[in-house]
């Protein structure tokens, strides 16, 4: 019964964080552990695994050292700023891009250069390139494919094709408006970047993304999921520098001894990658919800006597 009425007092954050470390660092220990002994097992079972697991160490490497989140977001900047956008719907991998438009109109029709003052294709002129039977019919697709580029962009912001050169002070400040229309292309162009850095990185990035909405759901702050999703990737970003810290220690430990010390660093740090997500949300939940301590004085006001048989007590503050 007094049980009960008065529970254990929930662990503080420096106990909670103790026991939690022991627990991450031994299992830890006991996935490095595993990964050493599968790794040493398919060396001698596969002749070509050597190769790909060197193949998978250097994408982590890479991964470390060009896309990290702050290489991630001057990508990201770079493109936007680099880059016209118009209000069409180009292509379904880069929208709205008049930059990447251009570029594909140009590829597909190599034998014109851009329109003449007049409106009219200009042809290129080469002795070595004879003029194509169907050349009238790919003038008039250039010259339609151009005037449907032209028409979704926004030609007084760009009056250049050059998206590089600066105009006046007040035309460079409308053309931020535009940016707003690539942000689904800068976003899909990062998703490319860390696809073509190999499948080392989709899992790095994927894990610490798993992490961090595991260590959200099961916080009890923020209350609002969709803050929680809000917070998911900055909390992935913190994880992936932490990533980074733990296979930067392991090549300052092991380098001398094999180059291949980033997966299993990854590995190995993957149990003090979670603690690392839920230690701050933790720590925000014990300072949120710490009761404040009693200061001896008791503000509970008094209700008077005890009331006599059949009768009523008074109501607090009198009648």
């Given at each position: ?85 118009g209000w069409g719907l180009f292509s379904w991998t880069e929208p709205c891009n008049v930059t990447a ?23 290129v002129r080469s002795p070595l390139r004879k003029r194509a039977p169907d050349h009238d019919a790919r ?181």
């Amino acid at each position: 019964m007094s049980s009960a009425a008065n529970p254990p007092p929930a662990p503080t954050f420096r106990h909670w964080l103790r026991v939690e470390l022991v627990r991450e660092l031994k299992l830890g220990a006991l996935f490095l552990a595993a990964g050493l002994g599968v790794v040493f097992a398919a060396s001698r079972l596969s002749e070509r695994f050597d190769a790909a697991w060197t193949r998978l160490n250097r994408q982590l490497t890479y991964v470390a050292l060009e896309q990290h989140p702050v290489a991630l977001l001057d990508t990201f900047a770079t493109r936007l700023a680099h880059t016209e956008y118009g209000w069409g719907l180009f292509s379904w991998t880069e929208p709205c891009n008049v930059t990447a438009a251009r570029g594909r109109l140009r590829a597909d029709f190599p034998e014109f250069l851009g329109l003449d003052r007049h409106g009219a294709p200009i042809a290129v002129r080469s002795p070595l390139r004879k003029r194509a039977p169907d050349h009238d019919a790919r003038a008039a697709q250039f010259l339609e494919r151009h005037r449907q580029l032209e028409a979704r962009r926004f030609a007084r912001l760009y009056p250049t094709e050059n998206p590089l050169d600066l105009p006046d002070p007040t035309n460079r400040l409308a053309r931020i408006v535009t940016k707003a229309l690539g942000l689904p292309d800068a976003a899909l162009h990062v998703v490319r970047t860390l696809v073509g850095g190999g499948v080392a990185g989709i899992l790095l990035f994927s894990g610490v993304l798993a992490l961090a909405a595991v260590a959200l759901w099961q916080s009890r702050r923020p209350a609002r999921r969709v803050l929680k999703l809000l917070l998911v990737p900055f909390l992935a970003s913190a994880l992936v520098w932490v990533a980074i810290g733990l296979m930067s220690v392991s090549a300052a430990l092991f380098g001398a001894f094999t180059v291949n010390t980033s997966a299993l660093a990854v590995l190995g740090g993957a149990p003090l990658l979670y603690l690392a997500a839920k230690a701050p949300l933790r720590l925000a939940e014990d300072l949120l919800f710490k009761p404040k301590p009693w200061d001896g004085v008791e503000r509970r006001k008094n209700r008077g006597p005890a009331p006599g048989p059949g009768g009523t007590a008074p109501p607090v503050g009198g009648a």
